[in-house]
């Protein structure tokens, strides 16, 4: 068989003056479940996976544990019952939850808050399967990305493929990743982010290799699997999740601009034994409720540990002094200098 390859292209937009928060998207508070019946089981059932969705959009982060959404029916503001648009057969809850109560959800969970306002992604997306070479602007692999980026909430964009672009962009220069032609070719889209990806195709298997620009260095990482399609929701999802870090981070920056002269970011705090969404939840809510610390927010999410940074108007043996006054955390010295431990 023949080698196929795709090349998708997510590129900063470093010309344009737009901010980063770029599109307010829409419907971000609705999400639509597919039923089986319009009874109250199968009713109430929908809500929570319908809740779920809402709060992966809200946050920015796809781990939501179901022990975080049991009071689900309380935040939905209307329903209706609907027929699903891409499958006539299947019948559909659609819900709709009131956007404060939402966000106070997430406030009280001790859950981030993504903006409303979206950074724009623009995707060239290029493909080589069995000889056949085409810049793709539109069918099954589009519509797989659209789908991924619109459950996550974040906006993707596609060139038109008009005149200007075919003489602007060519395949081989997106093949190529030649980069300031691919940015000259991205400019009048006025969008906020572009990435290189290839994926190999090769005894019937795929191995993608992502590249994602956004806010600073690029980040690269390898996906391999049978179905292109899964490939693409997967690394659509990481690229999300690591805009939606980036995102979040110049939101905290922001509010520490806004907040008091008087508030400074210290060091990064490594907190360890945080195994699962309830532990962030609990290690956030502390401290966010200490007097010392007036903005905290994630820089790194690693497998049983997290580094956050802090904003305070204090030194910083104030701030860890009142942070093992509690019963929360354990602060140790090692090698590599100050760490705190959840305790159970």
């Not at 690229?239 to 601009?257: H, P």
Request: proline share 4%; aromatic share 10%; net charge negative.
């Amino acid at each position: 068989m023949r080698k196929g390859f795709v090349l998708i292209v997510f590129w900063q937009a470093m010309l344009s003056v737009s901010p980063v928060f770029a599109d307010k998207v829409p419907e971000l508070y609705q999400a639509a479940v597919g039923v089986i019946d319009q009874q109250s089981g199968s009713r109430a059932n929908a809500i929570q996976k319908a809740f779920k969705q809402v709060l992966i959009r809200a946050s920015g982060t796809t781990v939501i544990q179901s022990a975080l959404l049991k009071p689900a029916q309380e935040y939905v503001e209307q329903y209706r019952y609907q027929v699903n648009p891409s499958l006539p057969e299947e019948k559909q809850l659609w819900v709709k939850f009131d956007a404060l109560m939402v966000k106070q959800y997430l406030q009280d969970n001790g859950l981030q808050q993504w903006s409303d306002l979206r950074p724009s992604t623009l995707i060239w997306l290029a493909v080589d399967e069995d000889g056949q070479r085409s810049l793709v602007n539109q069918g099954l692999y589009t519509d797989v990305l659209v789908q991924s980026g619109t459950e996550r909430g974040l906006p993707f964009l596609f060139p038109i493929m008009d005149l200007e672009d075919q003489t602007k962009v060519l395949f081989a220069d997106v093949w190529g990743d030649f980069e300031e032609t691919v940015k000259q070719g991205s400019v009048r889209y006025d969008a906020d982010a572009v990435v290189v990806v290839r994926a190999q195709k090769q005894a019937g298997s795929w191995v993608t290799r992502w590249t994602l620009y956004y806010s600073g260095l690029p980040l690269h990482w390898e996906l391999s699997g049978e179905s292109l399609p899964d490939l693409l929701v997967k690394g659509s999802d990481k690229s999300v999740n690591e805009i939606a870090n980036k995102s979040l981070a110049e939101q905290q920056v922001e509010q520490v601009a806004n907040a008091s002269s008087s508030t400074t970011i210290g060091p990064q705090l490594l907190i360890l034994d945080v195994n699962t969404l309830s532990d962030y939840s609990r290690v956030m809510t502390y401290l966010q409720s200490l007097t010392h610390i007036e903005v905290v927010y994630p820089s790194e999410i690693g497998r049983s540990s997290v580094t956050l940074k802090i904003g305070s108007n204090v030194g910083l043996e104030r701030v860890y002094a009142e942070i093992e006054s509690g019963s929360v955390l354990s602060l140790s010295h090692t090698d590599q200098g100050v760490q705190f431990s959840l305790n159970p």
